[in-house]
């Protein structure tokens, strides 16, 4: 028997192991937690570049958009994505 591809090991584990169910808030509250940190390390590194001389950062129109926008779109019953 040849070993085993990544694919049929991933069929396996997926029969073999249980799956997590997420509820709303379990996904609203993994969402801000990656939010929070992704913003710490924006500011980290814009901090380094701003140190070293650079003034790059993100556009004004991106820098806006976290958690509480999701929770508005998803409370309105909107399909509509943010631009």
Not at 37 to 45: D, K, Q, S
Not at 72 to 82: D, M, P, R, T
Request: proline share 2%.
């Amino acid at each position: 028997m040849s070993a085993l591809t990544l694919l049929q090991v991933r069929w396996l584990l997926e029969v073999m192991l249980p799956l997590k169910t997420f509820t709303l808030e379990d996904v609203l509250r993994l969402v801000q937690w990656t939010q929070r940190r992704n913003h710490a390390v924006y500011l980290a590194h814009r901090k380094r570049r701003e140190e070293e001389g650079c003034s790059k950062h993100l556009p004004a129109h991106i820098e806006g958009w976290g958690i509480n926008g999701v929770v508005e779109l998803y409370n309105s019953g909107s399909s509509k994505v943010a631009s």
